[in-house]
């Protein structure tokens, strides 16, 4: 889970550097694998547009009443090329956690290959990264009241570069399995004394068509992120039918704070659209009405080159 406001607000009262809060938490993680894996760049058979919103810990509020509960925003787009032997794609984030504003930049590239019975991505990623610190909000909340830095009303950004790896392996209606590690490069932010984590993401989904009911799968889905120092995991199992309805529940837990997250989705023509509400039972889950996250699906088919065959008769020879 994102590491508590109040934590950050005390860190910065010692003058010391620290590691920036986790990477957004995403709860239809398996629709939107390329916030985080970019050998999954240009894996579908289109160009593919997807954006997602997600509102963390609503109700939740500081001391004054003012919202401080994180909002995350995605958009993605990404498409197989032929002459690159891949995929090329890219998204923009913008995550609000407190003081902190962040806007990601993200372009991606993956290697495609045939492998066995699936195709295997190989991707590369580069991030640019704007982090802005608004220095107000610490004003009367910071016991060293003589800390020039904070007693500070303005607004500090820091802009850095980093990038990130991953793997992909896709075995068309059957499973899947990635593995990424993000941020790689751990850059330092000097202006605000911050610095980026690194990040390790495995995840895995499987399709098992339910026996005697045409239609129905069971879509059992994982994913494990660990930034070296806490682990968190999720697993998921979603009820699809017909490929047009979905629905399903999930567990996610970390450092003793556990959710429950419900996902319903449906398709209209090429758009897939999904929903999901986090039920918090534990730790700060007692303290706001749960998360909301919305998801939206485009993807322009990409028809393959049909190219004329031609024959030779002897008899023309």
Aim: proline letters at 4%; a positive charge.
């Amino acid at each position: 889970m994102r590491r508590k406001l109040l934590f950050i607000f005390l860190t910065f009262s010692f003058g010391i550097t620290i590691y920036s809060q986790e990477l957004p938490l995403l709860t239809q993680y398996m629709y939107i694998n390329m916030a985080f894996n970019p050998g999954y760049t240009g894996s579908n058979e289109g160009i593919c547009v997807t954006g997602l919103a997600r509102q963390q810990w609503i109700g939740f509020k500081d001391a004054d009443g003012n919202s401080v509960a994180p909002q995350t925003f995605y958009v993605t787009i990404d498409s197989p090329l032929k002459f690159l032997h891949g995929g090329l794609g890219g998204s923009i984030m913008q995550d609000k956690l407190g003081p902190f504003s962040t806007i990601q930049v993200k372009l991606d590239y993956a290697y495609r290959m045939d492998l066995g019975p699936g195709t295997l991505g190989i991707g590369g990623e580069a991030m640019f990264q704007n982090t802005k610190l608004d220095y107000s909000t610490f004003k009367d909340k910071i016991i060293d009241t003589g800390d020039p830095l904070l007693q500070a009303t303005d607004k500090q950004s820091d802009l850095v570069v980093d990038c990130s790896l991953g793997g992909y392996y896709k075995v068309p209606d059957k499973y899947d399995i990635g593995f990424s590690v993000t941020q790689l490069l751990q850059t330092r932010q000097k202006r605000n004394n911050y610095q980026l984590k690194r990040t390790y993401y495995l995840t895995g989904g499987y399709n098992w068509p339910v026996p005697n009911y045409p239609g129905f799968e069971i879509q059992p889905h994982a994913l494990i992120m660990y930034d070296g120092a806490a682990i968190q995991g999720n697993i998921d199992a979603i009820l699809m039918y017909n490929k047009k309805i979905w629905g399903g529940l999930g567990f996610r837990y970390q450092d003793g704070v556990a959710a429950i997250p419900v996902i319903i989705g449906f398709a209209v023509r090429n758009f897939h659209i999904g929903i999901s509400y986090d039920i918090g039972t534990s730790g700060t889950g007692i303290n706001n009405n749960g998360s909301i996250e919305a998801l939206i699906n485009y993807c322009f088919k990409i028809e393959a080159e049909k190219f004329r065959k031609s024959y030779k008769n002897t008899r023309f020879l």
